[in-house]
C-alpha cells in the first residue's frame, strides 16, 4: 500500500510544468550516440504481445529483453525466473549504508541502473540511455504508474511500451498471478523447481494463518503506519495483502473515516488508541517510524498490543511474488499463534 505521503501525492494532479524540455533526440545524443543508437538485439522470438490491467495491449515486433521496472517489481519477476532481462530500476533499492533494500529481495542491485532511489526520482537520461524496450510497475489507482513521476511521465512514457498492475482493491494473489504471467510471457519457465518451490511454500503459509486463527480465535489485528504528526490506520478493502489476511480469517480493523483514495485513516496521535487491536503490524518501511522512535509517543506507549510486546513488522508494499509473499504469511501466522487478547 501507498505511505501516506505517496497516497497523497497520487490523489494530485501535476500542478507543475516539467522544466527543461527536451527532445529525445537531443536526450538520446546527450546520454552517447554509440550507446544510444546501438540496435537492441532480438531473441527472434516473433510478435510479443500482453494485455495489461489498465486493459491495454501491449505489443512488440519481438519478446522484449530490455526491461526497467519498479524495483519490488524487478525483485518479483526475478523470483519467477528473469535475470537479464531486468536492466534498470527505480523506487527504493539501496539504502544509506550502500546495501540492498529488503524490497529488492535476489535483485542484483549492483548489475542494474538504479534511475531513482526514491519517491519522485526518475532520471529521464538514464532511461533513455538503457534502451528500454518495456516500463513496469504497480497500478494503485486507475492510470497512475507507480513511482513514474507524474511531472515528467509525458516524456518518459513514449521511450517504450509500458505495463500496468493493479496492486490495490484485490486479494493478494491476484497480481501474484499477473506478474507470473507477465513473466511467463517474457520467457520465465514457470514449471521450474524453483518457481513450484516457492508456491508450495506460499500455499502451505496461507493453510498456517488459517490454522493460526483457528487456534486462536478473537485476535483483533490492526495494520498502521506512523509519521511524525500522524497514526494511519490502514484499510483492508483497499491493501492487497491485508484484503487476503481477511480472506485468510484474519481479523483486521476496518478504519471508518477514510481519506487518500480509502486506503487509511489519519489520526492524530492523542486519538491512536481509537480502534483497540490485540497484534500490531507496523509498517517497516524507512518512510515510516519503527519502535525506536515510537518510544517518544505517549499514546503509543499506552496502546495494549504494545504493553503486550504484540508488533510485528509489516511490509506495506509487498514482492508480489510466491517467494516474496510466502514469509509474510509464515510471520502473520507466527504472530497470531502467539497472541493474547489484550483489547
Known amino acids: 500500500m501507498p505511505d501516506a505521503l505517496s497516497a497523497l501525492r497520487l490523489s494530485r494532479r501535476g500542478l507543475l510544468a516539467a522544466g527543461g524540455a527536451a527532445t529525445l533526440a537531443t536526450l538520446l545524443a546527450a546520454c552517447g550516440k554509440d550507446d544510444a543508437t546501438k540496435p537492441a538485439a532480438s531473441n527472434g522470438s516473433g510478435p510479443w504481445s500482453f494485455t495489461d490491467d489498465r486493459g491495454t495491449k501491449v505489443e512488440a515486433p519481438a519478446r522484449p529483453t530490455r526491461v526497467v521496472a519498479f524495483t519490488g517489481v524487478a525483485a518479483a519477476l526475478i523470483d519467477f525466473g528473469l535475470d537479464k532481462q531486468l536492466v534498470g530500476v527505480f523506487g527504493e533499492t539501496k539504502r544509506a549504508d550502500g546495501t540492498a533494500d529488503p524490497q529488492a529481495g535476489d535483485l542484483n542491485v549492483e548489475g542494474v541502473e ?4 526514491v519517491w519522485g526520482e526518475f532520471s529521464l537520461e538514464k532511461y533513455a540511455a538503457l534502451r528500454p524496450e518495456l516500463l513496469v510497475t504497480h497500478m494503485y489507482d486507475p492510470d497512475a504508474l507507480w513511482y513514474v513521476p507524474d511531472e515528467s511521465k509525458t516524456k518518459i512514457l513514449p521511450l517504450a511500451p509500458s505495463v500496468a498492475i493493479t496492486t490495490a482493491r484485490v486479494p493478494m494473489t491476484k497480481p501474484i498471478e499477473r506478474y507470473a504471467a507477465l513473466a511467463e510471457s517474457l520467457g520465465a519457465d514457470l514449471s521450474a523447481k524453483k518457481v513450484t518451490d516457492a508456491k508450495a511454500r506460499f500455499d502451505a503459509a496461507a493453510e498456517a494463518v488459517r490454522q493460526a486463527v483457528k487456534a486462536n480465535p478473537g485476535i483483533k489485528v490492526m495494520a498502521c503506519s506512523g509519521s511524525p504528526d500522524l497514526f494511519y490506520v490502514s484499510n483492508p478493502k483497499v491493501s492487497t495483502d491485508l484484503r487476503y489476511f481477511a480472506e485468510l480469517g484474519v481479523d483486521i480493523v476496518v478504519p471508518t473515516k477514510l481519506e487518500a483514495g480509502d486506503y487509511f485513516e489519519a489520526l492524530s496521535w492523542e486519538n491512536a488508541g481509537k480502534f483497540p487491536a490485540d497484534l500490531i503490524l507496523l509498517d517497516n518501511r524507512s518512510t515510516a517510524l519503527q519502535p525506536k522512535d515510537l ?23 509487498p514482492r508480489f511474488s510466491y517467494a516474496g509473499s510466502a514469509p509474510l504469511l509464515e510471520n502473520l501466522a507466527t504472530a497470531i499463534r502467539n497472541a493474547k487478547k489484550v483489547s
Open 114 to 117: 538504479i534511475l531513482g532511489n
Open 295 to 317: 518510544t517518544a509517543k505517549p499514546t503509543w506507549q499506552q496502546l495494549p498490543a504494545v504493553k503486550a510486546n504484540q508488533v510485528t513488522p509489516w511490509d506495506a508494499v
